[in-house]
């Protein structure tokens, strides 16, 4: 009768990197030439259009930046009077 260790061992699935084998490699540079070839499909913008964008992301940041900045002065202000009793 086989040992039942050995027939366990012969029915289990092989790990995931034995399955691929030397195709490890394969898959690795087919899923960069797959991200180059998506790269070149993207409408990328011109100059003009990259400063505005730009220009809209850092007058928000910096919209942002002033409003917490206030919110965390009127918050501290606000603490400062709690803890103080009045």
Known sequence: MPDK??????NK???FFSRLGGGLKRVFFLSFKNMISELRKVSWPNRKDLTNYT????SFMVLM???IGLLDLGTS??????????
Not at 5 to 10: D, F, H, I, P
Not at 55 to 58: R, S
């Open 65 to 67: 930046a002033v409003l």
């Open 13 to 15: 699935k092989p790990a």
């Open 55 to 58: 220009i809209v992301v850092v």
């Open 77 to 86: 202000a606000l603490l400062r009077t709690i803890i103080s009793g009045g």
């Open 5 to 10: 260790k050995l027939v366990k061992a012969s």
